[in-house]
């Protein structure tokens, strides 16, 4: 099994320009999560899902939107990046009930925008 | 709305030396987990422990221990005879059951030291 894998793992962007981020698991978790985590600073929820075609906002959601049209894929997408979008991205997938909802992580995506 | 603070930003020890990192949560719900995740330098998320809130109950696991206690609200975490692979960022993070999602605490940066 590959866990979670995120692609790409490393992205420049310039201001303005759009871009998404894919995550995929195959350990068939119904919760999917996209955070951000800035230097010095600890994760922030932007958004996740519960279940295939069903998406949530989490603390900071906006410049950001996401889909997941396939229960093993999760996308998350910049439609005009900003400076301020600049960030390490992980992605994760859980079990709810069954683990109580122990995240396993992807190695992260690190994007700089210009 | 529930809570995680880790009061720690950052410890330096010493190899050998123990170290406890703290963890108080805050939740309304009597039913929720908790849980313990290490970031080291290589920049991956890893899962260390899940406890569950009726399980009070210590856990060691080799060098690892933790320390819950409903009382104080607090899941602790201590090293024995640290080492210089300890050196990570760890973070505790608590689930409600059934909220969907994970609040995380801002993160403690263990160094140790040869």
């Known amino acids: 099994n590959a866990g979670v894998t995120q692609t790409p793992k490393f992205r420049v962007l310039k201001t303005g320009q759009s871009m998404t981020l894919l995550c995929a698991q195959d350990?068939?978790?119904?919760?999917m999560y996209w955070y951000r985590q800035d230097p010095g600073m600890g994760l922030r929820l932007i958004h996740y899902?519960?279940?295939?075609?069903?998406?949530a906002k989490g603390e900071v959601p906006d410049g950001y939107n996401v889909s997941r049209l396939k229960k093993q894929n999760f996308l998350l997408g910049l439609e005009s990046a900003a400076p301020s979008q600049t960030s390490v991205y992980f992605c994760?997938?859980?079990?709810?009930?069954?683990?109580?909802?122990?995240?396993?992580f992807g190695p992260g995506t690190r994007l700089t925008v210009l | 709305a529930q809570k995680v603070t880790q009061a720690q930003t950052e410890i330096s020890v010493v190899e050998k030396e123990d170290v406890t990192l703290d963890c108080v949560y805050e939740?309304?719900?009597?039913?929720?987990?908790l849980f313990w995740y290490k970031q080291p330098p290589s920049g991956e998320l890893v899962f260390l422990i899940r406890r569950n809130s009726f399980d009070e109950q210590n856990e060691i696991s080799g060098r690892y221990s933790w320390n819950f206690q409903k009382s104080t609200s607090s899941f602790n975490f201590t090293i024995t005879a640290s080492q210089v692979v300890d050196s990570a960022v760890y973070f505790c993070a608590l689930t409600e059951m059934n909220a969907g999602k994970s609040t995380f605490g801002d993160g403690t940066t263990l160094t140790v030291k040869p």
């Open positions: 939740t309304r719900d009597t039913t929720y987990y």
């Open positions: 350990m068939n978790h119904e919760y």
């Open positions: 994760a997938s859980s079990y709810q009930v069954q683990e109580g909802n122990t995240q396993y």
């Open positions: 899902s519960v279940g295939e075609g069903t998406t």
